[in-house]
């Protein structure tokens, strides 16, 4: 925010300064969605084994580059995808294939020009693969895409007159957010874990699966610090007896990222697109791999707001001059609530009938969706569910991995202090704690943290004085009001609604009324003595 004046200049060439300060804010140009049905055939190479049975999936949507060109977005993207499936061999009985499914899409973006910044996010909706023959697998999944078009704003709002003793003021205070930044940036987290002293070496990763838990971003001077952990495990063979290993991990999370401005009073809000990681297998100082090597990035979307308490000029007037008022509305918003809830689910699981039994746990991972968020009396209703994918070793020889998936509801109330017509909120979503626990062969129990964050806002509409312009007094309908009457205060009238209808100021009526405050109520009786000239 900054202060400047504007120079209001009268018929007769007088220059009176109006002084503003400068807001900013970040306005919405455009948004569009849409829903993508890819469907393709996938041979399997010839290194890799006759397929048996699919045991698990999973998917990644990347949008590589989104371009604006006229009032439409072109979106490029592909679905990067995984699939864990038993073989036909005796010796080695697990087998991966991986691949893409390129994309491309328009999209109308109303209001958006050439040059326009877009942050686009894709999720992946649903992933379904079967198998044509024991060489071909029939990939199937809907994505979703979603752009957005944002531009930082600026508003000038009026608040004060040079010279202001000619001018009655009227002020009114305000609450607003201001914007001190927003950008897009990329947390990239780069480190490596070595295999504990009880596990092989690795001979060849047959699956891994790296998702960011407990993700938190800290406001510092002028930086944001991003902390949480990397949740990251392997299936593997090991380089002797080429048997099937497992490996699971944490990776802490500790960064910062440059944030022109910002201070750790302000207020910060956070949402992650889409990731990209890799993960591979190193030597250690004796050659031997047993090292895990790991590189993963995700985007962020990153803004910054600070609460500002303005004095803003609502109206004016002059007891020497006709003052005739330009204004215009201005949008703001004032901050209701910042929130973060943490959801705890638990609840036991039995293995559905066909599935293996379970002897040992590989890994778990967990995604977070939600399906409603709805602004109800008290607050934000949030509905939704947590989605966990559990990948075990089985007792049986012939099928040595299994898959199992469990689904999780929950239902959180996000409290506001406040909630009227004009109440709008963003919500967010992160999975903060997961365990899986075995209770026998084939029941489990899971138990996670789900954190809720919700920023809700009031938005409203100011009367903001545009321009002024000075005109000389109707000095003839002024001498029509009688120079002193007796004055009945009406519903909803104020003290300053009084005195600028009858030509004296707030002070004068105060004095001449014995008032000790400048509040005023119907059934009132005042004295009120006109007033022309210099106040």
């Known amino acids: 925010m900054d202060l400047y004046g504007d120079d209001l200049r009268d018929d007769r060439g007088y220059t009176r300064e109006i002084q503003r300060e400068r807001t900013y804010s970040l306005v919405k140009k455009g948004s569009g969605f849409t829903q993508l049905a890819l469907d393709d055939d996938f041979i399997i190479p010839d290194n890799k084994m006759d397929a048996v049975k699919i045991i698990h999936t999973m998917g990644n949507v990347t949008l590589e580059d989104t371009v604006v060109s006229g009032e439409n977005a072109w979106i490029k993207g592909k679905l990067e995808f995984a699939v864990l499936y038993r073989g036909d061999r005796e010796d080695k009985k697990v087998e991966m294939l991986s691949g893409n499914l390129p994309f491309q899409e328009k999209m109308n973006l109303d209001g958006v020009e050439d040059g326009t910044r877009l942050l686009g996010k894709g999720k992946l909706e649903d992933l379904s693969v079967t198998l044509i023959n024991s060489r071909k697998m029939g990939i199937r999944a809907l994505v979703e895409v979603k752009v957005e078009a944002k531009a930082e704003g600026c508003q000038e709002i009026a608040t004060g007159v040079a010279e202001n003793g000619r001018y009655q003021e009227k002020r009114k205070e305000c ?103 890799e993960l591979e297998a190193r030597s250690d100082y004796d050659g031997e791999d047993r090292i895990l090597g790991i590189e993963y990035s995700v985007c962020a979307d990153i803004t910054v707001w600070r609460e500002r308490r303005m004095n803003m ?108 017509d004009n109440t709008g909120f963003t919500v967010e979503t992160m999975l903060e704690q997961l365990s899986v626990n075995l209770l ?96």
């Open 440 to 535: 026998d062969y084939r029941e489990l129990e899971v138990k996670a943290t789900v954190g809720v964050k919700v920023l809700g806002v009031e938005h409203m509409t100011l009367e903001n004085i545009k321009e002024v312009k000075e005109q000389p007094l109707d000095m003839e309908a002024l001498s029509a009001q009688p120079g002193m009457i007796g004055y009945l205060v009406k519903e909803n009238e104020t003290l300053w609604d009084i005195a600028k209808r009858y030509h004296t100021t707030e002070s004068e009526l105060m004095e001449t009324n014995g008032l000790k405050s400048f509040n005023v109520v119907p059934g009132n009786k005042l004295l009120i003595v006109k007033r022309v000239g210099e106040c």
């Open 175 to 277: 609450e607003l957010l201001d914007l001190v930044g927003n950008k897009q940036d990329v947390i990239r987290v780069r480190g490596e874990l070595t295999l504990p002293s009880s596990k092989p070496n690795i001979y060849q990763i047959l699956w891994k699966c790296v998702q960011p838990i407990n993700l938190e971003g800290i406001l510092q001077e002028e930086a944001v610090r991003v902390t949480g952990e990397l949740r990251i495990g392997i299936l593997y063979l090991d380089r002797e007896k080429e048997q099937l290993q497992w490996y699971e991990s944490e990776l802490p999370i500790d960064t910062e990222l440059e944030m022109d401005g910002v201070t750790d009073g302000d207020i910060l809000w956070m949402s992650y697109g889409q990731s990209h990681q």
């Open 313 to 420: 000029v609502e109206d004016l007037y002059s007891l020497d001059k006709e003052l005739v008022l330009q204004k215009e509305p201005l949008a703001a918003s004032r901050l209701i609530v910042c929130n973060h809830v943490k959801v705890r689910l638990g609840e036991q699981f039995t293995l559905e009938n066909g599935k293996e039994k379970m002897m040992q746990l590989c890994q778990a991972h967990g995604n977070v969706t939600v399906d409603s968020a709805t602004l109800v009396e008290h607050g934000v209703q949030v509905e939704g569910v947590l989605q966990v994918e559990i990948l075990y070793i089985t007792p049986e020889d012939h099928f040595p991995v299994d898959h199992t998936r469990v689904i999780l509801p929950f239902s959180q109330l996000v409290e506001f202090p406040e909630v009227t």
